[in-house]
């Protein structure tokens, strides 16, 4: 029962690295875009932006690693 349990949570934490990193790399396209325009505000928007997309894949990335800990922690 446990197993099962432990085994969902895995899947949904995988999707959901699945979707984050897609919608990253899509915002980061954006944002490149947005970095190579002559407007300073566009500029300065994109560099933002990128900070923002790299803290979204550090914080799933550390969930990833969190998991990955208890698991091998706990036994399952």
Not at 51 to 56: C, R
């Amino acid at each position: 029962m446990v197993e099962s349990i432990v085994g969902v949570l895995v899947f949904l934490l995988k999707a959901v690295q699945v979707v984050a990193g897609s919608y990253a790399a899509f915002k980061l396209g954006l944002y490149g875009v947005g970095y190579m325009t002559k407007n300073q505000r566009k500029i300065d928007e994109a560099k933002d932006g990128m900070k923002n997309v790299v803290i979204g894949i550090v914080i799933v990335a550390g969930a990833a690693v969190a998991v990955s800990w208890l698991q091998g922690n706990i036994g399952f």
